[in-house]
DNA sequence: ATGTCTGTTACTAGATTAGATACATACTAT
DNA sequence: ATAGTATGTATCTAATCTAGTAACAGACAT
């Protein structure tokens, strides 16, 4: 249970929600919550995997690489995840059980078809998405309180 | 990283194998290469589940409570999953961001279409095919070492 | 020059994971 | 019945992982 993916599309929609300007991490942390850090870390895992760019000095900070509409959830996916969503047993099997034998790369073969389609899901979202539907919801929440 | 889900699969692996003998903790635990107690435990969470059952005393030990081709690893993984796959933050964005206002119900709702498909995908295997490309492969393996 | 912001390193506390022991309970076999 | 076997569960520990924090050199704007 690591909340890194959850942290970077968090981080990607507040950039994409500031429409151009470039955004600190000390304003990004105070949205997600955490420490500024943290967020400079993970920035830096995204610019190395071209989804976002840095500007130093005064009046700087992070903005996007390309527009929101082309980044999709598995790249940032793919940017942040470090290992196996899906692990095994550090230890290996006794290779003297027919079963311990072959069990490791078979399952292998499955993990990573499960964990393609499990990414071809995310690739059908993009930040663009996410910003939209943050903001539309927050708008009928709005209303509906207008009306209520 | 938990290897909780590999190794339920393996255990039941083992199982199938024996072909309705019933398979001692000690017995699977030698395979999998890691402690009795444990295997117990997880035995335990896939009775619960429905897909294995025991006997006690002597000659005793785990059986399939339904035949491997009805058992699919979706089922595995929905009986010793502890949590979600992609995890939130464990603090709470901030509220009055427009962004972090919203984005955790968002992020939920891809992340459970994300784990669906993955899930979905994992339904396609069930125990009798890991059984028998486990078997298999070490046959090919065998026979291309008499050939080479 | 001065102040701002990033990029990175190092450290800490807390949570999670798996390994290990122990033992009451259930069952088989004789 | 009694002895032996195997499960089911509770508890503890060590190792690993995760996130939070502080610190500081380097890049940039004014």
Redesign the interface.
């Known amino acids: 249970?690591?909340?890194r993916?959850?942290?970077a599309?968090?981080i990607l929609?507040?950039i994409a929600?500031e429409g151009g300007n470039p955004v600190t991490s000390d304003y990004i942390a105070?949205?997600?919550?955490?420490n500024p850090s943290l967020i400079r870390r993970m920035l830096s895992q995204l610019t190395r995997a071209g989804l976002t760019r840095c500007q130093m000095g005064t009046g700087g900070g992070a903005l996007l690489a390309k527009p929101a509409a082309r980044i999709t959830?598995r790249d940032v996916y793919h940017a942040v995840a470090d290992?196996?969503?899906?692990?095994?047993?550090?230890?290996?099997?006794?290779p003297a059980?027919?079963?311990?034998?072959?069990?490791?790369?078979?399952?292998t073969e499955?993990?990573d078809?499960?964990?393609?389609?499990?990414?071809?899901?995310?690739a059908r979202?993009t930040i663009a998405d996410?910003?939209y539907?943050?903001?539309e919801?927050?708008e009928r929440r709005g209303s509906r309180r207008m009306v209520g």
């Open positions: 249970m690591n909340s993916f959850a942290v599309v968090h929609t507040v929600h105070a949205s997600v919550n955490t959830l290992g196996r969503l899906l692990g095994l047993p550090r230890e290996q099997p006794d059980c027919p079963v311990g034998r072959g069990i490791q790369a078979l399952l499955r993990f078809g499960a964990t393609r389609a499990l990414e071809d899901e995310l979202t996410m910003l539907e943050v903001v919801r927050r």
